[in-house]
């Protein structure tokens, strides 16, 4: 078996030639169409509402915002879940969304919920939706991009200038 693929590829030089190099320029191609990316996205489409209330502690502000803000935000569509943090005059929803979900929208829809809610909050209470941004994201995002290589006498001129 290997003796015939020998014999075939000695027989048909010029073949494999032009095949080996049809394969590189494909792979060269298919190169230069993929997407670098230094850290894939794996965070799902989320969006947060930060809520101060200094005075209030975490049982008060569970009951008189966070349970509210929850409530608000039942029902919008893409809504896969919420969950919620309370501490001493502090309060955070983070409301997840399907991945189908544009998350423009998502915060389009928390936003419309938040100024309908504004009215049965205590009145030193301003919730706040926070930055579109992943645990990632906070963290490092990078990506490779070519730059061209400078010609010799270029180089020279700006090490020695």
Not at 63 to 68: E, G, I, N, P
Request: hydrophobic residues 45%; proline residues 6%; aromatic residues 6%.
């Amino acid at each position: 078996m290997i003796k015939s693929i020998l014999a075939f590829a000695i027989q048909r030089r010029w073949l494999v030639v032009w095949l080996s190099l049809g394969a590189t320029l494909f792979g060269a191609w298919s190169l230069m169409r993929l997407p670098i990316d230094a850290v894939p996205e794996i965070t799902n489409k989320q969006v947060q509402v930060n809520t101060t209330a200094p005075a209030l502690s975490p049982a008060e502000i569970e009951k008189q915002v966070t349970l509210r803000i929850e409530t608000a935000l039942a029902g919008i569509a893409g809504l896969e879940s919420t969950r919620s943090i309370s501490r001493n005059g502090f309060s955070q929803v983070t409301a997840v969304f399907t991945e189908a979900t544009d998350i423009y929208f998502a915060r389009q829809q928390v936003g419309e919920r938040l100024l309908e809610l504004r009215a049965i909050l205590p009145a030193e209470v301003d919730p706040k939706m926070g930055p579109i941004s992943t645990g990632l994201g906070e963290i490092l995002m990078w990506s490779v991009a070519y730059a061209p290589l400078l010609p010799a006498s270029t180089s020279r001129r700006r090490a020695s200038g």
